[in-house]
């Protein structure tokens, strides 16, 4: 079923008969695009490639830098899955550059391709649940298929159109008729050669020359010329291009943004969060890196962005507020109900809350936060505690109750201690970042 709907595939999209990579691109509409770039359509490269050499194949046809490629496909990948089902249409109907078809053409007999036909099987398979993935979902980071299909049409289709001259692949010889009758060619060989007399005086070389050993048909050189012919002057080096300065010019503009960021972290403005700055950041990094690949430049920038898409990967996993309660180890042991502060927080450093010498009635409700660090409460033995324990990565071990990994959710709960409901009442909100987290009564 596979080889049947691609050759029908194949035969609706080649249009008029030709050569692949013959001619300039098409700049009519959309189907002479279309039927250009399916003549003239990238070759997968031995060298640079990954995986099948897909991104570099678009990369080096079009001439942009092939990481360029393969942050799209990931970024498609993860938000809707069309980048994966792309490299896999890719590889099935791009060809290798050693071979005379694609996979696929190769599967329904259209010529030579070092792709197996077993191979190409299991990708044809691979389209169905690539297929199911993509159209599984309606939102934009929610499988929303048809919308990055959409977009990577689109982008596929002005890339060819701005830049479908650029690197077009030699058109691929055609082998004469092979096997011909010796006979035929001996016969038009003879009949070429034994030809009838060339009219005139008779002082020229006979028109029948078997062993080309005529002595007036010799061309004897000129006895007077130099027979010495020096070689050509070797060429300059072509002079080297200027080296792009986008590179640095985005790098300027990232820490401009990163610092600006901070600042109005520092401010205390609602929406700016470190996770936030990051993005930015890394939009800024994004938006350089696709234009060095137009200007040849800004490689440099992916070993920045890198590091700092790991750091906002691990912020995004444990989101919390921002704190901005300083740095440092924090100890506090109030014994009045009054001295009880409704916050206490550390963005960097440990929290120990003493409160066991609290009087035994009243109500206290506080809060303890950190960013970074550990968090440990101590409370009497007769206090009633509402408590709600929360952290992004550690341990939590509040009361009785334990949690521990990464992403944990809250835990909640009342304990009236040891004499029962009555007496003091704490209502206690211990959460943090990365660290561990203690109630304990004492």
């Excluded at 990481?67 to 060809?95: D, E, N, Q, S």
């Excluded at 072509?238 to 986008?246: E, G």
């Excluded at 909100?429 to 109630?439: A, D, L, M, S």
Aim: proline content about 8%; hydrophobic content about 40%; glycine content about 14%.
């Amino acid at each position: 079923m596979c080889a049947s709907t691609a050759s029908r595939m194949l035969d609706d999209m080649s249009g008029a008969t030709g050569t692949q990579g013959s001619g300039p691109p098409a700049q009519g509409g959309i189907e002479d695009t279309v039927k250009d770039f399916w003549a003239s359509r990238p070759r997968r490269p031995q060298h640079g490639r990954k995986i099948a050499g897909v991104a570099a194949a678009v990369g080096n046809r079009y001439g942009i830098d092939p990481v360029v490629v393969r942050v799209a496909l990931v970024v498609a990948t993860m938000f809707g899955g069309v980048g994966l089902m792309f490299y896999i249409l890719g590889w099935l109907f791009f060809a290798d550059e050693r071979d005379e078809v694609a996979p696929i053409e190769g599967l329904i007999g259209r010529g030579r391709s070092s792709t197996s036909t077993a191979l190409t099987v299991v990708l044809c398979l691979a389209l169905l649940p690539a297929a199911s993935w993509m159209f599984s979902g309606g939102g934009w980071f929610d499988g929303g298929g048809f919308i990055w299909l959409a977009l990577l049409i689109a982008a596929l289709y002005l890339l060819h159109r701005g830049r479908g001259h650029l690197n077009r692949p030699a058109p691929r010889g055609v082998a004469g008729p092979v096997g011909t009758d010796w006979q035929e060619q001996s016969a038009s060989f003879t009949a070429a050669s034994v030809s009838a007399p060339a009219s005139g005086s008779g002082t020229g070389p006979p028109a029948w020359d078997p062993l080309g050993a005529a002595p007036l048909a010799w061309d004897l050189p000129d006895a007077q010329a130099d027979p010495y012919t020096p070689p050509p002057s070797p060429q300059p080096p072509a002079p080297r291009a200027p080296r792009s300065k986008i590179g640095l010019f985005t790098f300027a503009i990232a820490l401009v943004v990163a610092g600006v960021g901070a600042v109005l972290v520092a401010e205390g403005e609602p929406w700016f969060t470190p996770q936030h700055v990051v993005g930015l950041v890394l939009g800024v990094l994004g938006i350089g890196m696709v234009a060095g690949s137009f200007a040849r430049g800004g490689r440099g920038l992916v070993g920045l962005a890198i590091p700092l898409s790991i750091v906002g990967l691990l912020l995004t996993s444990a989101p919390v507020n921002d704190f901005r309660g300083g740095v440092g180890e924090l100890t506090e042991a109030p014994r009045t109900i009054a001295a009880v502060q409704p916050v206490y927080e550390r963005s960097l450093g440990n929290i120990d809350l003493d409160l066991r010498n609290l009087p035994d009635n009243g109500a206290v409700s506080t809060v303890v936060r950190t960013g970074a660090g550990n968090s440990s409460v101590l409370v009497p033995e007769t206090a009633d505690v509402t408590f709600t324990c929360e952290n992004g990565i550690g341990n939590i071990e509040c009361l009785g109750l334990q949690r521990s990994g990464v992403g944990n959710d809250p835990v909640t709960g009342t304990d009236v201690g040891s004499d029962g409901p009555g007496g003091l009442n704490i209502s206690l909100h211990v959460q943090t970042t990365t660290g561990n987290v203690e109630v304990h009564r004492g």
